[in-house]
């Protein structure tokens, strides 16, 4: 079974490209959704999170997210050390998930698979990407809160695209939901080939 890493910066609409994926039958794991769960859910990372940023990074047994990423947003040797709790539980999970997979190969969408060193991990990586106007206008559209600037702040803690692009295996453009489909059949019909 090959393990594929789905990547792209913030709005660029991996989770888009990965229902495409799934549409076809192909096993999709998205790490975002499952790190928020382990986040609530595993002790260890609790244990992990609350040492690091203390008691009030929960409030009960609920992630408190604001002020989580208040602390690390701006901090990013914190940030690091976040992730570095975080991630390795993901890791874990995502590889027990796959066992239980039947299928040529399974997806890992993953925000930061660059940023934090684990492209290795993969057979090969496809980049999603998308012009950076049309990135900030998908998040604030789904966002309201959001604005332009907090958006760039964000997209300034991944890696750009261009540093992205010399990495990734695969590219695809998603500006077109329709060209953006078919981009992913063909995909689709390569991996099956190459697994």
């Known amino acids: 079974m090959m393990f594929i890493g789905?990547?792209?910066?913030?709005?660029?609409?991996?989770?888009?490209?990965?229902?495409?994926?799934?549409?076809?039958?192909?096993?999709v794991y998205n790490s975002d959704n499952e790190a928020k769960k382990l986040m609530?859910?595993?002790h260890k990372v609790?244990?992990?999170?609350?040492?690091?940023?203390g008691e009030e990074a929960y409030s009960g047994q609920r992630l408190n997210k604001?002020?989580?990423?208040?602390?690390?947003?701006?901090?990013?040797?914190?940030?690091?050390?976040?992730?570095?709790?975080v991630h390795p539980a993901v890791r874990s999970h995502f590889l027990a998930w796959a066992k239980k997979q039947n299928a040529p190969y399974v997806i890992q969408e993953a925000a930061i698979i660059f940023e934090i060193g684990s492209e290795d991990f993969y057979d090969k990586i496809i980049l999603v990407t998308a012009p950076e106007t049309l990135r900030i206008d998908r998040i604030m559209e789904r966002d309201p809160d959001s604005t332009p600037e907090r958006i760039q702040a964000r997209m300034?803690?991944?890696?750009s695209d261009s540093q992205k692009i010399a990495l990734s295996d695969y590219i695809i453009e998603n500006c077109d939901l329709a060209e953006t489909e078919?981009?992913?059949?063909?995909?689709?019909?390569?991996?099956?080939a190459e697994a």
């Open 46 to 53: 609790k244990t992990g999170i609350k040492n690091l940023l």
């Open 156 to 159: 300034r803690n991944q890696w």
């Open 66 to 85: 604001t002020y989580v990423s208040q602390r690390v947003f701006n901090n990013r040797p914190l940030l690091q050390k976040l992730n570095g709790i």
């Open 6 to 27: 789905l990547t792209g910066g913030i709005g660029s609409g991996k989770t888009t490209v990965a229902q495409f994926f799934k549409a076809l039958g192909v096993p």
């Open 40 to 42: 609530e859910t595993s």
């Open 182 to 192: 078919s981009q992913v059949l063909q995909l689709h019909r390569s991996l099956l």
